[in-house]
């Protein structure tokens, strides 16, 4: 037993500090899973769900009646139908622990009950000040003020809540990748912080922007994505009948002018704002 002893404390110790080190790799200085190989793949996998989502919602008309707030007149609901969807459905999402992960950010976060299952363990990459950036209602107006009209070909087939609710979908996919741009941030921070943080302390906005601007990049990203609306909407026909004559589901150079006029400038507004709160 003398000569176990030692050996059984010697083995507890080992372990202990492999558990340590464990936590220590998943902490949030580590960053465990988020390097800039790692957030450019998230961030292409996430076109492939913004083009599903324009797809989807080019399966109907405008149909403007889901947007007037007269037109719903639910009892005990002041909005549009597609207030109405977003706000319920979100909140039935928060009950299911979906605004928990810090990917994600809700359009009506003021109207948000409390989650009702346990909490997954997520990264904690982000620093505190992520939380209070919260873009969606710039999102929301160039949405159905401005991208929606290009998309939607005038009409009304009466599916009013099907509209909202692929409204809806397009809407957090879109919401998601532009909010990733705090990962980004956070990782190009982490990788070269002797460039950012004069910037940061001298609050140069203009300053950020430029370095977090790579033109070439940019213009790889609008045409991937036109490249990939071109095939993932063409019809696919069995009975000889020529694909390249057939019409598309949708016109594959908006979602190229989606990213460059709107989803790319805002995904570097929100890296400049949670770069200026970095250091706090």
Not at 181 to 203: N, T
Not at 217 to 243: D, P, T
Request: with cysteine; proline share 6%; aromatic share 10%.
């Amino acid at each position: 037993m003398m000569v176990r002893f030692p050996l059984l404390v010697l083995v507890l110790i080992i372990c202990a500090l492999r558990c340590r080190m464990a936590k220590a790799e998943s902490s949030p200085e580590s960053g465990n899973g988020y390097t800039l190989a790692s957030v450019r793949e998230a961030l292409v996998k996430q076109e492939d769900t913004i083009i599903y989502g324009l797809i989807e919602r080019a399966k109907f008309p405008s149909n403007s009646h889901a947007y007037d707030k007269d037109y719903a007149a639910i009892k005990g609901f002041c909005g549009s139908l597609v207030e109405f969807v977003v706000k319920n459905t979100e909140a039935l999402q928060a009950k299911a622990g979906r605004y928990k992960n810090p990917e994600e950010n809700p359009f009506f976060p003021e109207y948000l009950p409390p989650s009702m299952v346990p909490s997954y363990p997520f990264t904690q990459i982000l620093h505190p000040g992520a939380a209070s950036i919260n873009i969606n209602k710039s999102i929301w107006k160039m949405y159905f003020q401005e991208f929606l009209p290009l998309l939607a070909t005038s009409g009304d087939d009466g599916n009013y809540a099907q509209t909202a609710a692929t409204d809806l979908s397009l809407l957090q996919a879109i919401s998601r990748r532009i909010h990733y741009g705090k990962f980004v941030a956070e990782v190009k921070f982490r990788d070269a912080p002797q460039d950012y943080e004069p910037l940061i302390r001298a609050k140069d906005k203009e300053g950020l922007m430029k370095l977090l601007t790579f033109t070439s990049v940019e213009e790889m990203v609008r045409k991937r994505v036109e490249k990939k609306a071109a095939v993932f909407g063409q019809e696919v026909s069995l009975n000889g009948e020529e694909e390249d004559n057939q019409k598309p589901k949708f016109d594959p150079s908006l979602a190229s002018r989606l990213y460059q006029k709107w989803v790319i400038p805002f995904t570097k507004e929100v890296q400049v704002d949670y770069l200026l709160r970095r250091l706090d």
